[in-house]
């Protein structure tokens, strides 16, 4: 909540919450995923704005605030991070300067540490883990899935924004999807090394655009083949990666991803996933932290 009535509410709490940063002695740097600062960055020698979505298109947000909040923000922003390429130039477009480009990456090492010994990967069985929202899957796609003979695995908290998606779920459980809740990574590890292919089945909505799914290099980590919907920031890797225009040709897709996966196709999938891991984006992280400071020319701390 954060109209007219609340704000003041707010911007209290928050700035009692971040006391000891405020006062904190030494040069300061304040690192956001939401442009609805509250004056944060007042207090900040540096302001990084990590942008992971086009926050002002999902459903419930206001964009209005969204818009003229990262209108606010931008010129006291030094750096301003987009993890699409259609966030990146949304950055540029708000009036953001230095945009950096680093696309959403997954925790690699965690699912390659539950790799089993033996493989137990079933070549019918596909998977979607994820928010299980109406706003943002197309059940139809998975209803479509189900019905073209694949055994269908879900995992992810329901109606987590964007709608109570209970009934759509149950609809696939009836037909034969298993639905696991809300797992671990290790435990969402081990299942996605029984599977074959990975599903990213977004909406192509005004939202989806902008999103980039970390889920991509999830599924390749495990050696998963993967099939997306046409969200501008999956890109086709022949063999490896699949879009469908048409939500028709999934089952098709699917089946393609198949017929390519092997022992070499699977060590490929491993190595693009390796490029895209949270310890590559660590290094490109405190990298950034340590300029960042070497701007403002005093050691400190974030």
Same mark, same amino acid.
């Given at each position: 909540m954060?109209?007219?009535?609340?704000?003041?509410f707010?911007?209290?709490?928050?700035? +009692?919450? &971040?006391?000891?940063?405020i %006062?904190?002695?030494?040069?300061?740097?304040?690192w956001?995923?939401?442009? !609805? %600062?509250?004056?944060l960055?007042?207090?900040?020698?540096?302001?990084?704005?990590?942008?992971? *979505?086009?926050l002002?298109?999902?459903?419930?947000?206001?964009a209005?605030m969204?818009?003229?909040?990262?209108?606010?923000?931008?010129?006291?922003?030094?750096t301003a991070?987009?993890?699409?390429?259609?966030?990146?130039?949304h @950055?540029?477009?708000?009036?953001f300067?230095? =945009?950096l480009?680093w696309?959403n990456?997954?925790d690699v090492? $965690?699912?390659?540490n539950?790799?089993? $010994?033996?493989?137990? +990967?079933?070549?019918?069985?596909? =998977?979607?883990?994820?928010?299980?929202?109406?706003?943002?899957?197309? &059940?139809?796609?998975?209803?479509?899935i =189900?019905?073209?003979? &694949?055994?269908?695995?879900?995992?992810?908290?329901?109606?987590?924004?964007g709608?109570?998606?209970?009934?759509?779920?149950?609809? @696939?459980?009836?037909?034969?999807?298993?639905y696991?809740?809300? @797992?671990?990574?290790?435990?969402?590890?081990?299942?996605?090394? %029984?599977?074959? !292919?990975g599903?990213?089945?977004?909406?192509l909505t005004?939202?989806?655009r902008?999103v980039?799914?970390?889920?991509?290099?999830?599924?390749?980590a495990?050696?998963?083949g993967?099939?997306?919907?046409?969200?501008?920031?999956v890109?086709a890797v022949?063999?490896?990666?699949?879009? =469908?225009?048409?939500a028709?040709?999934?089952?098709?897709?699917i089946e393609?991803?198949?017929? !390519? $996966?092997?022992?070499d196709?699977?060590?490929?999938?491993l190595?693009?996933s390796?490029?895209n891991?949270?310890l590559?984006?660590?290094?490109?992280?405190?990298?950034?932290?340590a300029?960042?400071?070497?701007?403002? *020319?005093t050691?400190?701390?974030l």
């Amino acid at each position: 909540m954060h109209t007219s009535i609340s704000r003041p509410f707010n911007k209290r709490k928050i700035h +009692r919450l &971040f006391r000891h940063w405020i %006062t904190a002695e030494g040069p300061k740097i304040l690192w956001t995923y939401t442009p !609805v %600062t509250y004056g944060l960055e007042e207090y900040a020698d540096s302001t990084v704005y990590h942008c992971v *979505d086009l926050l002002g298109e999902f459903p419930g947000v206001s964009a209005s605030m969204i818009r003229n909040q990262e209108a606010r923000l931008a010129p006291h922003t030094a750096t301003a991070i987009g993890s699409s390429q259609v966030v990146e130039q949304h @950055l540029i477009d708000t009036g953001f300067k230095n =945009v950096l480009h680093w696309p959403n990456v997954a925790d690699v090492e $965690t699912i390659l540490n539950e790799r089993p $010994t033996e493989s137990a +990967r079933d070549p019918k069985r596909v =998977v979607f883990a994820g928010n299980l929202s109406r706003a943002k899957v197309d &059940f139809k796609l998975l209803r479509d899935i =189900v019905e073209a003979g &694949f055994e269908l695995h879900l995992a992810g908290p329901i109606a987590e924004g964007g709608g109570d998606a209970t009934p759509e779920v149950e609809d @696939l459980r009836e037909r034969g999807a298993v639905y696991h809740g809300l @797992l671990s990574l290790e435990e969402l590890s081990r299942l996605y090394w %029984t599977c074959s !292919v990975g599903l990213i089945p977004y909406k192509l909505t005004s939202y989806t655009r902008g999103v980039n799914p970390l889920k991509t290099f999830e599924y390749l980590a495990a050696g998963l083949g993967v099939v997306s919907t046409a969200v501008p920031a999956v890109q086709a890797v022949p063999g490896h990666v699949v879009v =469908v225009e048409d939500a028709i040709d999934s089952a098709a897709a699917i089946e393609a991803i198949l017929s !390519v $996966t092997n022992s070499d196709a699977v060590d490929s999938r491993l190595e693009i996933s390796k490029m895209n891991s949270w310890l590559g984006r660590g290094e490109s992280a405190r990298q950034l932290v340590a300029d960042t400071f070497a701007d403002i *020319d005093t050691p400190g701390s974030l």
